[in-house]
């Protein structure tokens, strides 16, 4: 819940000359500081702030998030952006993830929607931290530990990492999880379990595109092999960010076609003119097409770490990625499906009074709350409030932001001939 900071204390209400809150009262801030003693730097700002504005303090500006069930190419690297993170070291952190966390399941003997589920938190978890500050291995398994309790598929931390490290060693060197060994990592699971659900905002919402694609390959009459191939690149395609970019039907139509393609055979039943109907899966060409490239990029560059890639030759991606490159310039489709301009700054979109003249607002929380804050920093410096109803989050905000807002107004006096002349 939001913090709601008291008004200061009137004058002569205090009975005792000696009490703190007449000794402070001089000093709003002090007594304010006083009266809540472990309040953070950031907050002390902002009832200074709302003081110097309306003279009583206003409600603090709370974090409010809410919970994103797609994210946008665009969002994702402003997020990436944000935190700092290097595009090649980001790549193979994020292939060596999923890989452990493939690895482990199948350990494990756990099904494919808690993979499904482990990888997308673990993608969420990775766009708000830097990752100076985690070992992947452990984002990994927090990640796991946590998709294992969503999807009902229980498993102790204990489990998951004796698991991971019985697959290092031998059948003679392998431990149970009762070991001490473990006992360190597993706190270290737990700590990083809130901060999971907090990077995705709690939001237990979870797409298992796997049985739409086999409905999808009944429906169309599709051979058993296009199937096979169709369903290990899905497992390949939550190796990248389309999971949080697309739909289910989109992700498992593109994944159909490029089994089509690499096999060549039966393409016509899923793209042409006697193709799929997209109106009837609720997708277009254009979405298809981003996950269909975003898979080419992944076998093209990181062939050797997926499960599909093995068992073909680049060249044939590479003749792939040709053809789709020629439809989309032919078709004039973007790389990405939804683009967003970039925000601009306070600085940079801010122009003086006299530029405009009449009255300007500027609201405070831009400087009280910059938007690279992480999620554990968020949590330090003030209340972190979830929600999954993006019109009362707008409402809530809109009402907060009338105490922390600067208007000021200008206005222009002719001094006249007068004037001039005596100056």
Same mark, same amino acid.
């Given at each position: ?20 809150? *007449?000794?402070?009262?001089?000093d709003p801030i002090a007594a304010f500081e006083s009266e809540f003693p472990s309040i953070s730097p950031l907050d002390t700002l902002a009832y200074r702030l709302a003081m110097m504005e309306n003279g009583t303090p206003g409600p603090h500006p709370s974090f409010i998030q809410v919970a994103r069930p797609f994210i946008f190419e665009a969002h994702i690297r402003e997020m990436l952006e944000a935190i700092g993170s290097d595009e090649a070291k980001e790549d193979t952190m994020r292939l060596q993830g999923i890989s452990w966390i493939d690895q482990v399941r199948r350990a494990l003997q756990l099904p494919v929607r808690t993979f499904d589920t482990a990888a997308v938190y673990f993608h969420k978890f990775r766009l708000v931290h ?12 927090? @990640?796991? =530990?946590?998709?294992?309790?969503? *999807?009902?598929?229980?498993?102790? %931390? ?23 060994? =473990? ?18 905002? =709690? ?15 009944? $429906? ?11 369903? %290990? ?7 990248? =960010?389309?999971?949080?970019?697309? %739909? ?68 044939? $991606? ?9 439809? @989309? ?6 790389? $990405? ?10 600085? *940079? ?54 105490? $922390?807002?600067? *208007? ?11 004037? %001039?002349?005596?100056?």
């Amino acid at each position: 819940m939001a913090h709601y900071y008291p008004d200061p204390t009137p004058e002569g209400v205090c009975e005792s000359p000696q009490s703190e809150t *007449e000794e402070n009262f001089g000093d709003p801030i002090a007594a304010f500081e006083s009266e809540f003693p472990s309040i953070s730097p950031l907050d002390t700002l902002a009832y200074r702030l709302a003081m110097m504005e309306n003279g009583t303090p206003g409600p603090h500006p709370s974090f409010i998030q809410v919970a994103r069930p797609f994210i946008f190419e665009a969002h994702i690297r402003e997020m990436l952006e944000a935190i700092g993170s290097d595009e090649a070291k980001e790549d193979t952190m994020r292939l060596q993830g999923i890989s452990w966390i493939d690895q482990v399941r199948r350990a494990l003997q756990l099904p494919v929607r808690t993979f499904d589920t482990a990888a997308v938190y673990f993608h969420k978890f990775r766009l708000v931290h830097v990752e100076t500050e985690y070992n992947f291995q452990d984002a990994a398994a927090a @990640a796991l =530990f946590t998709a294992c309790k969503i *999807e009902d598929t229980l498993k102790k %931390s204990k489990e998951i990492l004796c698991a991971a490290y019985n697959l290092k060693v031998s059948q003679s060197e392998q431990l149970s999880p009762d070991d001490n060994v =473990f006992e360190g990592p597993s706190k270290t699971i737990l700590g990083l379990e809130r901060l999971m659900l907090e990077s995705s905002g =709690f939001d237990f919402r979870s797409r298992y595109p796997q049985g739409l694609l086999c409905k999808i390959m009944k $429906f169309y009459c599709l051979d058993n092999d296009v199937g096979q191939i169709g369903y %290990s690149i899905m497992l390949d395609l939550y190796r990248t =960010f389309a999971p949080l970019k697309q %739909s289910s039907a989109t992700m498992a139509l593109a994944c159909l076609e490029l089994a089509t393609r690499v096999l060549k055979k039966q393409i016509d039943k899923l793209h042409g003119e006697n193709g799929a109907d997209l109106n009837l899966w609720s997708t277009s060409r254009h979405e298809i097409m981003e996950s269909l490239l975003d898979l080419l990029d992944l076998y093209t560059h990181h062939r050797n770490q997926t499960a599909l890639g093995q068992e073909h030759p680049l060249d044939t $991606f590479i003749a792939i990625r040709i053809t789709l490159n020629q439809e @989309a310039f032919t078709k004039g489709l973007r790389r $990405f499906t939804e683009c967003c301009k970039k925000r601009v700054s306070t600085n *940079e979109s801010s122009k003086s009074l006299s530029e405009i003249g009449g009255k300007k607002e500027t609201p405070i929380e831009s400087k009280l709350l910059p938007s690279t804050l992480l999620a554990g920093e968020r949590g330090r410096e003030g209340t972190v409030r979830y929600m999954l109803d993006a019109e009362r989050a707008r409402v809530e905000q809109a009402t907060v932001d009338t105490f $922390f807002r600067i *208007e000021e107004e200008e206005y222009v006096v002719n001094a006249g001939p007068e004037a %001039s002349h005596k100056r």
